[in-house]
């Protein structure tokens, strides 16, 4: 198997089935423990390999401990991991909320789906799917030397795309998508509620509302836009003044609502906080019910130009802290934006490599600048790519697989 341009292996599922639950043939789980090897050698046939007991262990290998971190092996178990049945000590815990849901420029997740971290990875190459898994815990849970025989497979199949839940010492949890928010919602710290994940087979196209920036561009680029009215819609509004609810009722709904204030350079035709006022205003209009199940997104990006003042405002009525989210070269940093958000893990690629000072120099530099500086969604484009787990995306030049 031909390793990817980042030092990956290339994977591929079965089909696009929802994994969540056991499959269950009277009463018995199919197919039992057992070792799975098909022919490497088959054109279009996924790979699988199921470790059993029949090559690692005799009698059968017991199941995977809850009081032992199944990401490093420690003792001090501070809870349950919530995709694979196995404990999580603090740390791992720590790394998986930053990581988890951060994604390379590949479009592929950057980190191993167990321990959020590895070096070398293999990639399920589903287009349906985008995580990861590292040698090390491959080898250490599935059984040992099972990286080197994916390795020797045209295709292989990822654990959480298998029609049936183990491998070796590792097991998908039944519900992980339903476990995985609550394991959000309980450990991470932060005043937004996470949504829960999207079987594939239920992903639908995204409806975009986009204040003030167009972010046609980026999402297109993406996948998550294409021509065509069922391949995902995007209204934009440069001016909402005269907007009302009725408005927003008749164009929508939406899952992602998008504002940001002029990139600096271009000519703002209202004053700064303005843009925070309309876009909050506008987004309690686009919101879906309290209670409803529905995963909502929104997103404000500010270009440098709101005062410390309207930072404080935006702050409050958006009710979660900003990232800074920074362009740099070497040493040098180009540009930065402002960001707040509830799309997962955009907290984690804030960078603080500048005081709020040389911010505001740079702003200065970026306004005397000719061209204007780039629009403030080339920089929080990535930030989009954890949708993939909520809504159908398509054929993009992203990954290889595509």
Known sequence: MALSPRGTLNLETLDGSDPDSALLLDGEQWPPPCEILLDPEAEHSPDIILVGSSELSSPPSPGPRRDVCICCGSLQVHTQHPLFEGGMCAPCKDKFLECLFLYDDDGYQSYCSICCAGETLLICENPDCTRCYCFECVDTLVGPGTSEKVHAMSNWVCFLCLPFPRSGLLQRRRKWRSGLKAFYDREAESPL??????????????????????????????????????????????????????????????????????????????????????????????????????????????????????LDVATRFLETDPVTIQDVHGRTVQNAVHVWSNIPAVKSRHSALVSQEELFLLA????????????????????????????????TGLTSSL
């Open 364 to 395: 200065q530099d970026r306004q005397r600048m000719k061209p204007p500086a780039q629009s403030p969604a080339t920089l929080v484009k990535n930030c989009f790519l954890p949708l993939r787990e909520y809504f159908k995306y398509f054929s």
């Open 193 to 310: 509620e996470m949504y829960k994940t999207v079987p594939v087979w239920k992903r639908e196209p995204i409806r975009v509302l986009s204040l003030f920036g167009n972010i046609k561009k980026e999402l297109t680029s993406l996948g998550f836009l294409e021509d065509g009215s069922k391949r995902g819609r995007l209204k934009h509004l440069d001016d909402v003044t005269n907007v009302v609810r009725r408005d927003v009722d008749e164009w929508g709904p939406f899952d992602l609502t998008y504002g940001s204030t002029p990139a600096l350079g271009h000519t703002c035709d209202h004053p700064p906080g303005w843009y925070v006022y309309q876009f909050h205003r506008i987004l309690q209009y686009a919101r879906p019910p309290p209670g409803s199940p529905q995963p909502f997104f929104w997103m404000f990006v500010d270009n440098l130009v709101l005062t410390e003042e309207d």
